[in-house]
């Protein structure tokens, strides 16, 4: 299973949960630490750019899946076929040539599923890191802004969080709020949907 959470999708890259971001001056010189905290893995599974990025991973890898069992129903029948011909194959020049015609399909399967998926994990990587960066972008945005001290990873490095230190859903509603506004179609089927409403059927007085 190629999907579970995007992180998982973004195959070799390294992800820095704790973005430090420090004054000038000494970080123990200063008569206020101010701290903050986020939720990275909540962060991308609600991102919708992650999100989407996850069903064109998602489709591909289906459309890879698709095509191979396409290709290992052929494999099948090809051998079928031989099984049911071998016993009274009187020429062994066709015999070997049949056997060679099931070989090369088997090494055309294998060369498809590898091709396919380096394919699928370019496409990971091409769409994933420009989201990680853009997640981190922004954390360190606020950090420098609004003059944090440091920026930690909330679910790796804390058991507990006073909620006005927990940048989670602000991050998220920036991100989210910028993607309507360079979606405005996903945002208006999304509220469409939410009120239930079904295309072809009247409105409810």
Do not use: W
């Amino acid at each position: 299973m190629v999907h579970k959470k995007i992180h998982n999708l973004i195959t070799g890259i390294t992800i820095f949960y704790c973005f430090m971001i420090f004054n000038s001056t000494s970080v123990f010189a200063q008569t206020v630490f101010k701290i903050g905290v986020v939720d990275t893995q909540r962060v991308v599974d609600e991102y919708k750019k992650a999100r989407e990025v996850d069903g064109i991973l998602r489709t591909a890898v289906e459309r890879l899946r698709e095509e191979l069992k396409g290709m290992d129903d052929e494999l099948r029948q090809m051998q079928e076929k031989f099984d049911k011909q071998r016993l009274f194959l009187d020429n062994e020049q066709k015999e070997m040539q049949m056997r060679n015609e099931i070989r090369l399909k088997q090494e055309e399967i294998r060369n498809r599923a590898e091709k396919g998926q380096e394919a699928i994990d370019e496409k990971r990587k091409e769409l994933g890191e420009p989201i990680i960066r853009e997640i981190e972008e922004l954390i360190k945005k606020i950090g420098k802004e609004e003059g944090f001290s440091i920026i930690l990873e909330k679910g790796l490095v804390t058991l507990y969080v006073e909620p006005k230190y927990d940048l989670t859903d602000r991050v998220l509603k920036i991100l989210n709020d910028k993607y309507d506004k360079e979606h405005p179609e996903q945002k208006t089927e999304t509220s469409n949907e939410g009120k239930g409403e079904t295309k072809g059927e009247p409105k409810k007085k």
